[in-house]
């Protein structure tokens, strides 16, 4: 069966599930990982060790595929360019990505479109900084233009003083307005070469210390305007900036309205609740969108679908002791690990519930994500925050 | 994060699809494989190369695996036992096993436990083949005790005179009586060391020249009297026969009620509708029992399942062209492919379709199975045969 070779840049969970997805379609996803201990590198039979900062090594893994794709943005953009420009098939383009990998160009690309977006200037200068402050208000949001990820590479600071080691790093830096937002939302979609885009219920994502701990799928009690308006939204800028593979807009919901926040081109972790809980998962949709297959169905299989992400904990975690407790006490949640060594706060797993009411659909993803990371039982007093 | 190794024995598409699931335990399968080209050696990791007719390669595949289990019937009983003299985990065991591989051995069995069986009897010679006739009635059904699977080992016969040739050739034969089947029905259950048992809903399975074509999930038109019986029949026999793992109990349903056909102890054909069509399906199940971990809900995610398989055609078959086509034309369809080289009846995927009436659910698996082999979509003159 002579079925395309997909290869994928990065070795991490998102390319271990996508390997998981490509198996369906007759595929076995090809991954560039750096080590052995990489979470798809310990599930896939194609791998290929190197560095995603080599050309050497991107341009020999890309020999071969039909398509190379990302399961991160850290591939500098020359080095994308330059598979391109050796005849590869990369996908989401060179052009496309660097929207998601400089926050700067993202702002002002947006910005130029119309898109709604918090305030934001380049900052090179204290004066800089201290000018945007009076304009927009301290505290501020700065952030490194490119590189960050899970909260790295973002700061809340009070004053131009609190902001001066990061101004004199070197690095390129914006300035934000920290809108004042009610929640966060993420509007996740799928494009093909051919034009053909799939969007997904948008959904409501919640953050502690600026990772992402909760997804629940659909944004509960998002007004059908406010979710027409991300979808479309979602869809729109996929199109724009000329995306193919999965687009994830994470969003900023106001008082006024939408605003957004980030840009992601790749399965996101806004979008692991699609595994169980869409006819068509993110992962299974990005393989089928960048081997230009038509997309499939994007319908919810459950009223609600809440998918917590299972950080490590701080001491041994006996996962394996506490899986057979946490699928003794619910048969019904779907469980996720990476594959990973467990290090404190780091994303190592996650779980899915689904069900047919918010709140206890919501209370079983939590549960599930806290016993396996601390070994207790969610009671009234040690409760996830709300 | 310290999981334990899983080893299975076989390298095909009921190995492949093993692993996929497995993925999500934070596993990654150990498969013995014949060679790179098997559906599961393409896409797992942990391969080891070897034969499970050699209790060297056997020995060696299970060391340091927390539990060996198969992918097919064919490991010989005294190499398992082997394994399991070693000191190895082997689920399920070779006790068990025997049920599954030697048909006489099972027909005794299931009849000493009451069980309802065909009326059968061990041969051994002409004399013996024309008693069981007189009695029973011709044409009668000839089976190899070993060895056969997919139709394979199975004659039907109108007399001795015919069944010379198999009656000369030294196989362990039994007869059965040639059974006034209404249709053939699957009971496929779970069970775990600790004696958790989990049943799926009754499935209808089709068949056409002995190879399994087509599941439908809920078998349609069951009475609940008929489904209660097959389940706790599986049940029952799970727990008499000590089978660990999944068990497939295929039956036929008569006038008279529901006879025992074959058992198999591994994930089973009859079962792939799972993947999409239960929250937890039989592969993830078959990984969980095995380790003994508590057992998944098998509740249905849609009122209907109909998987089809894909059998392979005459001619190229251009999956990839074929695929693209499908898709566009069903964006609903799940489409499994097993990485397999395409040869004529050879299952090399299956297909499956949920929806909320049977006709035209069955109608789309029907028709994305038929679209796959042949490049022909299903009209009324080249429907396939009900």
Request: aromatic residues 4%; glycine residues 10%; hydrophobic residues 45%.
């Amino acid at each position: 069966m002579d079925l395309p070779v997909v290869g994928m840049v990065g070795g991490g969970q998102l390319s271990r599930m996508t390997h998981q997805a490509a198996i369906a379609l007759g595929l076995s996803l090809r991954v560039l990982a750096d080590t052995g201990h990489d979470s798809a590198a310990l599930v896939a039979n194609n791998v290929v060790f190197g560095s995603h900062t080599s050309k050497e090594d991107l341009l020999a893994f890309a020999e071969g595929c039909e398509v190379v794709t990302f399961d991160h943005e850290h591939v500098p953009g020359d080095l994308i360019r330059a598979m391109e420009e050796a005849g590869h098939t990369v996908l989401p383009s060179s052009a496309a990505l660097l929207h998601a990998q400089d926050k700067l160009v993202m702002r002002e690309k947006l910005a130029a479109l119309g898109v709604p977006v918090p305030p934001f200037a380049s900052i090179t200068s204290r004066e800089d900084l201290e000018g945007f402050g009076a304009e927009h208000g301290w505290p501020l949001v700065l952030k490194a233009a490119t590189g960050g990820y899970d909260g790295k590479g973002v700061w809340i600071v009070d004053s131009a003083e609190e902001a001066a080691p990061v101004l004199g790093s070197g690095v390129r830096l914006l300035a934000e307005q920290k809108v004042p937002l009610q929640r966060e939302l993420a509007a996740v979609v799928a494009r093909s070469p051919y034009g053909q885009a799939a969007a997904w219920p948008v959904v409501e994502t919640v953050q502690s210390r600026g990772i992402c701990v909760e997804v629940v799928a659909p944004a509960p009690g998002l007004s059908d305007d406010l979710a027409v308006e991300a979808q479309g939204l979602a869809l729109r800028l996929a199109q724009e900036l000329g995306v193919v593979g999965v687009l994830a807009v994470e969003l900023f919901e106001t008082a006024d309205g939408i605003l957004v926040n980030e840009l992601a081109m790749r399965p996101h972790n806004s979008g692991h609740w699609t595994i169980e809980g869409a006819r068509t998962s993110q992962f299974e949709q990005h393989v089928r969108a960048v081997l230009d297959y038509p997309l499939g169905t994007t319908t919810l299989t459950a009223p609600v679908v809440v998918m917590a992400n299972l950080l490590g904990g701080d001491g041994d975690p006996e996962l394996d002791e506490r899986l057979h407790l946490l699928f003794a006490h619910d048969p019904s949640l779907k469980v996720h690990l990476y594959g990973k060594e467990v290090r404190p706060g780091r994303k190592i797993g996650h779980v899915t519930a689904l069900g047919d009411d918010l709140d206890p659909t919501r209370a079983r993803a939590q549960a599930g994500a806290h016993y396996l990371r601390t070994g207790q039982w969610l009671t009234p007093a040690n409760e996830a925050p709300k």
